[in-house]
């Protein structure tokens, strides 16, 4: 029976990564034309106009569009087919390199995996069709974090793991944190046993160096095209257009800032899904000051729960700590996209592993699958889809999800409820 439902679980997540990468198509991957037309500029001679000729806004770093630029030689549709085609591949990677740590058997690893996939289908299925990148960025966090643990002799491989990070990191913003990693043993409590060991030293220098480049590369390459002044106008292009993105209020937007707003403000809501219309949620019962500082609140006291999650690199068991590390990137920030969840796939893998399997856990996980992927207007209609969205309901779901996945307490108490005897709450073993 468990290898039916791996199975099963294997071939569902197949069909999403095919749905997606149609949807892609039918749909327009409208960030991804948004990447390709920045590629072309780029391949034209025009990359100082990166941030100003766009079909929509483009938001990532200048060398970004120049180290991807390549791809723009190929036809558009050529391109997005290859897009996605390499998306795929980085889920299958995810698939079947975390979860082989949390059991020795093969298939049913590949099905937990694969499950953990199918739970947070909503977002990954969101970022198949706008053609974003966060697939891309989860992947190079795992095989970063990944490799970091790794006790091997270290070769150009782990420089290579550490400068795709560092490039996903300088280009998206909200990976930068990870990149503190490869310093943390400097600090005596943050390190492992060996770590003075000549592999691990000389390991540490090779992710140190391939970060370093990674960051160099993405802030100098186009220094090279445009020169000192037009390399200048760029970063300064970056940042007002990052500037004059503002805080998007639209109920796509599920960050803990947005859902102030959209239930406290007493302001209407716009709802792209309706056209744009003005919806009214929840109350007026907080001004703007308060708003904005009740976020500035729960950005310092989540980038801090951030940060110590990180340095208690040495307590923690290497899959929870690096599921939490790269789950907790995106809490802070006042833009969050549906697709930037795809960040917590590690974290849904662990929670399937913690849970599933007690009948009582089965029935957490099917909430949270119900809470994630039933709650859209294809499902429970436009006015209880917009109010769910404007709830972010994403946001509630993926920190759900961390807490049970990574927390002692909550496990122990799904342990009670279940009468299971096994410690669900056990940590993993340290590498």
């Known amino acids: ?48 106009e990166i941030y100003h000729v766009s079909p929509d806004r483009f938001l990532y770093a200048p060398g970004f569009a120049w180290l991807l630029a390549p791809i723009a030689l190929l036809p558009k549709g050529v391109a997005l087919a290859l897009w996605c085609l390499a998306k795929a ?28 996939v199918v739970l947070l289908a909503r977002p990954l299925l969101i970022d198949f069709e706008y053609g974003q990148v966060n697939s891309f960025i989860l992947g190079a966090c795992v095989w970063a974090l990944l490799g970091h643990f790794d006790r091997s002799r270290p070769g150009f491989l782990d420089g290579l793991k550490w400068f795709a990070l560092s490039v996903a990191a300088v280009a998206k913003i909200f990976p930068l944190p990870l990149l503190i990693v490869p310093w ?48 200048w ?30 239930f406290f403000s007493g302001r209407p809501t716009p709802v792209i899904a309706e056209g744009g219309a003005q919806l009214f949620f929840g109350f007026s019962s907080l001004s703007t000051d308060a708003i904005a500082w009740t976020s500035a609140l729960w950005a310092v006291l989540s980038c801090g729960f951030l940060l110590y999650w990180i340095l208690r690199i040495r307590e923690k068991g290497p899959l929870p700590w690096i599921a939490g590390a790269i789950g907790l990137l995106i809490i802070p920030s006042h833009l969050v996209w549906k697709p930037y969840f795809v960040m917590g796939i590690p974290a849904a893998m662990l929670l399937l592993h913690r849970l599933g399997s007690s009948r009582l ?24 889809g917009a109010a769910f969205e404007a709830a972010s309901t994403l946001l509630w779901a993926h920190l759900l999800i961390l807490i049970f996945a990574l927390g002692r307490m ?7 409820m279940a009468g299971k005897s096994r410690d669900l709450g056990r940590r993993s073993p340290r590498p």
């Not at 079947?96 to 020795?104: G, V």
């Not at 856990?361 to 039933?374: H, M």
């Not at 909550?410 to 009670?416: E, G, K």
């Open 410 to 416: 909550p496990a122990l108490f799904w342990r009670v």
């Open 233 to 262: 106008r760029l970063l300064q292009g970056w940042r007002m257009a990052l500037i004059a993105r503002g805080l998007p209020l639209e109920s796509h937007n599920q960050s803990f800032t947005a859902f102030l707003y959209h």
């Open 361 to 384: 856990g089965l029935f957490g996980i099917l909430f949270f699958f119900a809470f994630i992927n039933l709650t859209g207007f294809d499902f429970i209609g436009h006015r209880w």
């Open 1 to 48: 029976m468990k290898n039916e439902v791996s199975l099963l679980g294997v071939v569902l997540a197949g069909l999403l990564v095919a749905t997606g990468t149609l949807w892609a198509f039918q749909r327009g991957g409208n960030d991804f034309g948004v990447f390709y037309h920045a590629w072309q500029l780029v391949l034209e001679g025009r990359g100082a």
């Open 89 to 116: 591949a980085v889920i299958g990677f995810i698939i079947r390199e975390f979860p082989s740590k949390l059991t020795r058997e093969s298939l049913p690893a590949l099905g937990l995996g694969a499950w953990g």
């Open 184 to 231: 943390l043993s400097f600090l005596p409590w943050a390190r492992f046993k060996g770590d003075d060991s000549p592999i691990m030293r000389r390991r540490y220098r090779i992710e140190r160096l391939g970060s370093a480049l990674g960051v160099a590369l993405v802030f100098l390459v186009p220094f090279f095209s445009e020169g000192g002044a037009g390399g």
